[in-house]
């Protein structure tokens, strides 16, 4: 006759099946590391796998909200648009197809995700084209421990330490070896660290700052300013935090 052994463990009381135990322990692992601060923005190599340096080539206009856009579905006249402004949560709404998150991308490449989304239910082989009248949506916000800290309108392209330039550098007891940089991609803010020392000596590449960008130098006041916000575990894994309640 065999005899089948087993055991079980209590967890908050609970009597858990060992069975179950493995389960239970990466339910456990998962909760705990499920939350996290801003401290832990992804630093070196990891920031700039989210916020990489400039192109050696120049790069198309990014897209930001409150611009206005004219989206033309060729011969499809009533899914063109010819005011099309992009919203708060960086989204151009259109005709059969709802919401579609632009913000960041060039015209041609969210013309690309719109002929996309049109043709997976809609139509067959969609051409759409896309012209930014009124680009708007050109500002960053510099704030935390920066000498005149404000939202700023940029032209053209733009480098971290050239933004922190433009409110006269980091104050005299700044901390440089963190500024934070939280971008919004698919209407969900993001937040990456920097070494600004590192930066001007040569030994870190000057990260490309874009429209709609805020920079916060100093984790201390990033924290203040971001309200200790908390983070999804999933989000760390791709190299990057994603603010806890923004959406």
């Known amino acids: 006759m065999k005899l ?3 055991w079980s463990a209590n967890i908050s009381g609970l009597k858990v099946p060992a069975s179950m ?3 239970m322990a990466a339910l456990l692992l ?3 590391a499920a939350c996290a601060t801003v401290e832990d923005a992804p630093r070196g190599d990891q920031a700039y796998a989210v916020i990489p340096p400039p192109p050696a080539v120049g790069m198309d206009y990014r897209l930001s909200p409150d611009d206005v856009l004219r989206i033309q ?16 949560q960086g989204m151009v709404r ?23 989304r049109l043709g997976e239910r809609y139509l067959v082989s969609p051409q759409v084209s896309l012209f930014v ?5 050109r500002r960053i916000t510099l704030d935390g421990e920066i000498r005149e800290p404000a939202l700023y309108p940029i032209d053209g392209r733009l480098t971290l330490s050239q933004a922190l330039a433009l ?17 919004r991609l698919d209407g969900q803010r993001q937040a990456a660290m920097f070494d600004l020392g590192a930066i001007r000596k040569g030994e870190a590449a000057d990260p490309e700052i874009l429209p709609g960008d805020q920079v916060i130098v100093g984790l201390s006041r990033a924290k203040a300013i971001l309200g200790g916000a908390l983070i999804a575990a999933p989000a760390l894994a791709a190299g990057f935090i994603a603010l806890d309640g923004d959406n």
Do not use: N, W
């Not at 550098?169 to 070896?177: I, Y």
């Open 94 to 116: 259109m005709p059969l197809i709802g919401a579609v998150p632009v913000a960041g991308l060039s015209a041609s490449e969210a013309a690309d995700v719109i002929a996309g």
């Open 4 to 6: 089948r052994l087993s």
């Open 133 to 137: 009248k009124k680009a708007v949506g």
């Open 73 to 88: 579905v060729y011969h499809e006249p009533d899914l063109s648009l010819e005011d099309a402004q992009v919203d708060a």
């Open 30 to 32: 998962g909760s705990v």
């Open 167 to 183: 409110g006269k550098g980091p104050t005299r007891l700044a901390d440089t070896r963190q500024v934070v940089v939280i971008r």
């Open 21 to 23: 135990m493995p389960f």
